[in-house]
C-alpha cells in the first residue's frame, strides 16, 4: 500500500427531507449572503429550490440565485456567476442540483474570493489558489461526488477544452442528500449517473500494482452494489432503497476507492474530449470508450482483468476466458442501463478519421502526456481506441 492522505471535511446530511436543513447549515459555516447556483427549471418546478429558500429565509440569511448551469458546465457561466457575486457581495455558495452544478459553484467560490484574478489562469495552474468561499451542496444527481470530492470540470467554449482542477479548497463544506430528489429524473440521466459512479471506481482499479486488498474489497463491493441498485433503480424510479445506495455509492466512489494506490484517468480524458467537442453527457461518453480502452489494453494486466470478473461478476473461469467474459459483461451492463458503448451511440454518428485524430490530440495535450497506467498510451494509441468505438 502507498503513502497517502485521507481526509474528507464534508459534512454529510443524508435522508427524507434534509433539504430543509439548508439554512441551518449555511448558519453554523458563517454564511449571511448566500448565492444559490442551480441548473434548469427543474430544480424550481418541483418545489425544491423553494423549501431551500425558505430554510435560509427561516434563518435569516439573504439569498440570490444564478440560474442556468449547463451539463459539462461552461467557463462563461461561472464567469458570469463570478461576477454576480462580487456585485452581491456574497460569502457563500449554495448549489442545488448535480455534479455540473456543484462544478460550477466550486469555480464561482474560487473566483468571487479571487476578484480581478482570470477565472481560466486559476483552472490552468498559472494562478495560485489560496483561498476561496464556502461552498454547500444539495445533490439530486447520484453521479459525479463531487459533493464531497477536491475535484471540479469546467469547459472552455473558446477554446473547446475541458480541464479538471484538484484541490483541497474544492471540498464542499457540507453536501444535502435526499434520495428522493433523484426520483424524477429521465432514465438516461440515471444510467449516465451509474456509469459515472463506475467509472470513478473502474479508473482506480486497473492500476498496475495492486497491493492493497482492503481497498480492493472497497471498489468490489461498491460495484457489486451499484450494479444491483443500478438495475432496481432502473426499473421502479420512486425506490428509495436502490436510489440511497446509488447516492451514497457516488459520494464513496470518489473517496475511497483508490486510497493507497495511483489513479489512472485515461478513459475520462478520452471522455473529455468527446464532451467538450460534442456536448455529449458525461456518463455516456465514459461508457461509449470503455470497452473500447479494455479491448486494447487488457493483454498487459490480464490476472487483474480476471480477478475483476471473478470478484464482480462472479466469474469462475481460466484467467484469459474470465478476463474476457468480465469486459464483456461490463459493456452488457452499460447497454442494459441505456448507455452507448460505441461512439455513435452518442448520437453524432460514426466520425471522420480526421476527426478521430483532432480528438486523440485533445485528450493526450497534443500528445505531451500519455494515458494509461497498465499500459502507457500515446496519441496514436488513442486514435486507435477511438477507432474501435468509432461504429
Known sequence: ?????????????????????????????????????????????????????????????????????????????????????????????????????????????????????????????????????????????????????????????????????????NRPVFAIMNPELTYTLPKYQIGCGIADIMMHTLERYFIPDQKNRMTDEIAEGLLRTVIDSGRMAMKRLDDYDAMSELMWCGSLSHNLTGLGREKDFSVHKLGHALSARFDCAHGATLASVWGAWAWYVWERDIARFAHYAKQVWGIERDEISAAKEGIERTIAYFEEIGMPTSISGLGIGVLEDETLKELALDATMNDTVRLSLIRPLSAEDVLEIFRKANY
Open 1 to 169: 500500500m502507498q503513502k497517502f492522505t485521507y481526509c474528507v471535511p464534508t459534512e454529510i446530511i443524508f435522508g427524507k427531507d434534509t433539504e430543509r436543513e439548508c439554512g441551518k447549515m449555511v448558519k453554523r459555516h458563517g454564511g449571511k449572503k448566500v448565492l444559490i447556483v442551480y441548473g434548469g427549471g427543474s430544480v424550481r418546478h418541483s418545489g425544491l429550490l423553494e423549501r431551500v429558500e425558505h430554510s435560509l429565509e427561516e434563518e435569516g440569511i439573504s439569498y440570490v440565485e444564478c440560474g442556468g448551469v449547463t451539463p459539462n458546465p461552461r467557463l462563461s457561466f461561472a464567469e458570469m456567476g463570478v461576477k454576480k457575486g462580487i456585485e452581491e457581495g456574497v460569502d457563500f455558495i449554495l448549489a442545488v442540483g448535480g455534479g455540473s452544478t456543484i462544478d460550477a459553484a466550486k469555480a464561482i467560490a474560487h473566483g468571487t474570493a479571487n476578484p480581478g484574478v482570470s477565472l481560466w489562469d486559476i483552472w490552468t495552474k498559472k494562478e495560485s489558489l489560496t483561498k476561496t468561499l464556502k461552498v454547500g451542496a444539495v445533490l439530486t444527481i447520484s453521479a459525479a461526488g463531487s459533493e464531497t470530492s477536491d475535484s471540479a470540470v469546467l469547459t472552455n467554449e473558446a477554446t473547446g477544452k475541458k480541464l479538471g482542477l484538484g484541490t483541497e479548497l
